[in-house]
């Protein structure tokens, strides 16, 4: 098992922008697919972006072109730039590690 803690939510503003990090507690090298997931209240987590050991990446198509996934195998983390940020991106946050490793979740708001 691999922990995993996520940060760097907040509230914004809409238009704004934040990084969020998960560190794990193990190495993640060897790591195939890491990601980012997130639950708004009353929905379903859906995927967010995801990206594997060699760096190819995948977006959902509500965040294609405004968040950027990458992962620093030498720090054990990954993270996530998410800019241009709207309302309907308010959620918890939660990285993903294969294996069914996940963290505890961050909580992002984007309100006025």
């Known amino acids: 098992q691999v922990q995993l803690v996520e940060s760097g939510g907040g509230l914004v503003q809409p238009g704004g922008s934040l990084r969020l990090s998960c560190v794990a507690s193990t190495s993640i090298s060897s790591i195939v697919i890491m990601g980012w997931y997130r639950q708004a209240p009353g929905k379903q987590r859906e995927l967010v972006a995801r990206?594997?050991?060699?760096?190819?990446?995948m977006y959902s198509d509500s965040v294609k072109g405004r968040f950027t996934i990458s992962r620093d195998n030498a720090e054990n983390t990954v993270y996530l730039q998410m800019n241009s940020l709207r309302p309907e991106d308010t959620a918890v946050y939660y990285c993903y590690a294969q294996g069914d490793n996940w963290g505890q979740g961050t909580q992002v708001t984007v309100s006025s």
């Open positions: 990206i594997t050991r060699l760096g190819v990446t």
